[in-house]
Protein backbone atom coordinates (compact mmCIF):
# COMPACT_ATOMS: atom_id res chain seq x y z
CA UNK A 1 0.00 0.00 0.00
CA UNK A 2 2.92 2.09 0.67
CA UNK A 3 4.68 1.81 -2.67
CA UNK A 4 1.04 2.26 -4.32
CA UNK A 5 0.59 5.81 -2.26
CA UNK A 6 4.08 6.32 -3.30
CA UNK A 7 3.77 5.98 -6.73
CA UNK A 8 0.71 8.01 -6.95
CA UNK A 9 2.21 10.75 -5.05
CA UNK A 10 5.48 11.23 -7.94
CA UNK A 11 2.70 10.67 -11.03
CA UNK A 12 -0.39 12.60 -9.60
CA UNK A 13 1.41 15.87 -9.88
CA UNK A 14 2.53 14.95 -13.60
CA UNK A 15 -0.71 13.91 -14.20
CA UNK A 16 -2.07 16.97 -13.34
CA UNK A 17 -0.18 19.07 -15.04
CA UNK A 18 -0.09 17.71 -18.48
CA UNK A 19 -4.58 17.67 -18.17
CA UNK A 20 -4.55 20.67 -17.53
CA UNK A 21 -2.18 22.52 -19.90
CA UNK A 22 -4.59 24.58 -22.50
CA UNK A 23 -1.98 25.88 -25.19
CA UNK A 24 0.98 25.47 -27.23
CA UNK A 25 2.31 29.12 -27.06
CA UNK A 26 0.51 30.50 -24.20
CA UNK A 27 -2.16 30.17 -21.96
CA UNK A 28 -5.84 31.64 -22.93
CA UNK A 29 -7.10 35.12 -21.13
CA UNK A 30 -10.11 33.79 -18.66
CA UNK A 31 -13.05 36.65 -19.52
CA UNK A 32 -15.19 34.94 -16.70
CA UNK A 33 -17.02 31.71 -15.03
CA UNK A 34 -20.29 30.65 -14.43
CA UNK A 35 -21.37 27.69 -12.40
CA UNK A 36 -24.43 25.85 -14.46
CA UNK A 37 -24.87 22.59 -11.86
CA UNK A 38 -24.10 22.76 -8.41
CA UNK A 39 -22.37 20.02 -6.89
CA UNK A 40 -22.48 19.71 -3.06
CA UNK A 41 -18.98 18.94 -2.01
CA UNK A 42 -16.55 19.12 -5.05
CA UNK A 43 -16.50 21.91 -7.98
CA UNK A 44 -19.82 22.60 -9.76
CA UNK A 45 -19.88 22.36 -13.33
CA UNK A 46 -19.32 25.31 -15.05
CA UNK A 47 -19.28 27.59 -18.90
CA UNK A 48 -15.85 29.17 -19.12
CA UNK A 49 -15.63 31.92 -21.37
CA UNK A 50 -11.42 32.89 -22.76
CA UNK A 51 -10.04 35.41 -25.18
CA UNK A 52 -7.15 34.92 -27.75
CA UNK A 53 -5.44 37.00 -29.78
CA UNK A 54 -4.60 35.20 -33.21
CA UNK A 55 -0.87 34.75 -33.55
CA UNK A 56 -0.53 35.74 -36.87
CA UNK A 57 -3.58 38.40 -37.66
CA UNK A 58 -3.06 41.64 -35.63
CA UNK A 59 -6.01 43.13 -34.53
CA UNK A 60 -8.25 39.64 -34.24
CA UNK A 61 -9.28 38.54 -31.11
CA UNK A 62 -11.49 35.17 -30.83
CA UNK A 63 -13.72 34.70 -27.11
CA UNK A 64 -14.62 31.04 -27.04
CA UNK A 65 -17.37 29.59 -24.48
CA UNK A 66 -16.24 26.07 -22.89
CA UNK A 67 -18.22 23.35 -20.84
CA UNK A 68 -15.96 22.72 -17.62
CA UNK A 69 -17.13 19.40 -15.72
CA UNK A 70 -16.83 19.48 -12.04
CA UNK A 71 -16.86 17.09 -9.21
CA UNK A 72 -14.00 15.28 -8.64
CA UNK A 73 -12.56 14.32 -11.97
CA UNK A 74 -12.79 17.84 -12.84
CA UNK A 75 -11.26 18.86 -9.16
CA UNK A 76 -8.06 16.39 -10.11
CA UNK A 77 -8.53 17.57 -13.93
CA UNK A 78 -9.25 14.21 -15.58
CA UNK A 79 -12.42 14.60 -16.82
CA UNK A 80 -13.29 14.45 -20.12
CA UNK A 81 -14.75 17.43 -21.17
CA UNK A 82 -17.61 17.87 -23.71
CA UNK A 83 -17.60 19.34 -27.27
CA UNK A 84 -19.95 21.72 -26.97
CA UNK A 85 -18.14 24.92 -27.51
CA UNK A 86 -19.19 28.56 -28.84
CA UNK A 87 -16.95 31.01 -30.92
CA UNK A 88 -17.27 34.54 -31.87
CA UNK A 89 -14.29 36.32 -33.55
CA UNK A 90 -13.70 40.43 -34.31
CA UNK A 91 -11.56 43.00 -35.72
CA UNK A 92 -10.65 45.22 -32.43
CA UNK A 93 -7.66 47.39 -34.42
CA UNK A 94 -5.98 47.68 -37.81
CA UNK A 95 -5.47 44.35 -39.06
CA UNK A 96 -2.00 42.97 -39.88
CA UNK A 97 -1.15 39.80 -41.22
CA UNK A 98 2.08 38.80 -40.19
CA UNK A 99 3.33 35.97 -42.52
CA UNK A 100 1.65 33.64 -44.95
CA UNK A 101 -0.63 31.16 -43.64
CA UNK A 102 -2.45 28.19 -44.89
CA UNK A 103 -5.97 27.33 -45.25
CA UNK A 104 -7.14 25.49 -42.03
CA UNK A 105 -3.92 26.36 -39.91
CA UNK A 106 -4.23 26.14 -36.29
CA UNK A 107 -4.68 29.26 -33.85
CA UNK A 108 -4.82 27.85 -30.91
CA UNK A 109 -5.72 24.42 -29.69
CA UNK A 110 -6.40 22.85 -25.94
CA UNK A 111 -6.30 19.50 -24.36
CA UNK A 112 -10.50 18.43 -23.49
CA UNK A 113 -9.05 15.11 -22.04
CA UNK A 114 -6.51 13.97 -20.20
CA UNK A 115 -5.25 11.99 -23.51
CA UNK A 116 -6.82 11.82 -26.49
CA UNK A 117 -9.20 14.92 -27.02
CA UNK A 118 -8.38 18.27 -28.14
CA UNK A 119 -10.21 21.10 -29.38
CA UNK A 120 -8.84 23.41 -31.85
CA UNK A 121 -9.39 26.89 -33.58
CA UNK A 122 -8.17 27.01 -37.00
CA UNK A 123 -8.14 30.26 -39.64
CA UNK A 124 -8.90 30.26 -43.39
CA UNK A 125 -9.71 32.90 -45.89
CA UNK A 126 -12.66 33.99 -48.18
CA UNK A 127 -10.66 35.74 -50.51
CA UNK A 128 -13.72 36.48 -52.50
CA UNK A 129 -14.99 38.55 -49.76
CA UNK A 130 -11.88 39.58 -47.86
CA UNK A 131 -13.32 37.30 -44.61
CA UNK A 132 -11.26 35.62 -42.31
CA UNK A 133 -12.86 32.93 -41.20
CA UNK A 134 -11.83 31.01 -37.96
CA UNK A 135 -13.45 27.70 -37.01
CA UNK A 136 -13.70 25.58 -33.71
CA UNK A 137 -14.16 21.43 -33.09
CA UNK A 138 -13.09 18.87 -31.24
CA UNK A 139 -11.58 15.82 -32.15
CA UNK A 140 -10.68 12.41 -30.61
CA UNK A 141 -7.98 9.66 -31.31
CA UNK A 142 -10.53 7.48 -32.17
CA UNK A 143 -13.92 8.71 -33.51
CA UNK A 144 -14.18 12.98 -33.85
CA UNK A 145 -17.55 15.45 -33.08
CA UNK A 146 -19.45 16.94 -35.51
CA UNK A 147 -19.67 19.86 -32.88
CA UNK A 148 -18.51 22.85 -34.43
CA UNK A 149 -18.84 26.58 -34.29
CA UNK A 150 -17.97 28.95 -37.10
CA UNK A 151 -16.81 32.81 -36.78
CA UNK A 152 -16.26 35.43 -39.29
CA UNK A 153 -14.17 38.86 -39.80
CA UNK A 154 -14.52 40.83 -42.54
CA UNK A 155 -11.32 42.54 -43.12
CA UNK A 156 -11.79 46.15 -43.13
CA UNK A 157 -10.30 49.38 -42.92
CA UNK A 158 -9.19 50.76 -39.70
CA UNK A 159 -8.84 55.09 -38.79
CA UNK A 160 -6.90 55.93 -42.35
CA UNK A 161 -5.15 52.22 -42.98
CA UNK A 162 -6.71 50.48 -46.29
CA UNK A 163 -7.63 46.88 -45.45
CA UNK A 164 -4.96 44.46 -46.61
CA UNK A 165 -6.48 41.33 -48.59
CA UNK A 166 -6.45 37.71 -47.04
CA UNK A 167 -6.29 36.42 -50.48
CA UNK A 168 -2.22 38.10 -50.73
CA UNK A 169 -1.44 36.12 -47.47
CA UNK A 170 -2.60 32.89 -48.49
CA UNK A 171 0.41 30.21 -49.12
CA UNK A 172 0.01 28.18 -52.61
Not at 47 to 60: K, R
Not at 86 to 105: E, M, T, V
Not at 118 to 139: E, F, H
Amino acid sequence: MRRLLATLALVLPTLLASATVRAEDGEPDLVFRKSTVFKLLTPNDKLATYAIDDPEVEGVACHYTVPEKGGLAGAFGVAEQVSDISLACRQYGPIKFKNKFAQGDVVFRERRSLIFKRMQIVRGCDAKRNVLVYMVYSDKLIDGSPKNSTSTVPVMPWGSNDAPKCGEFLKG
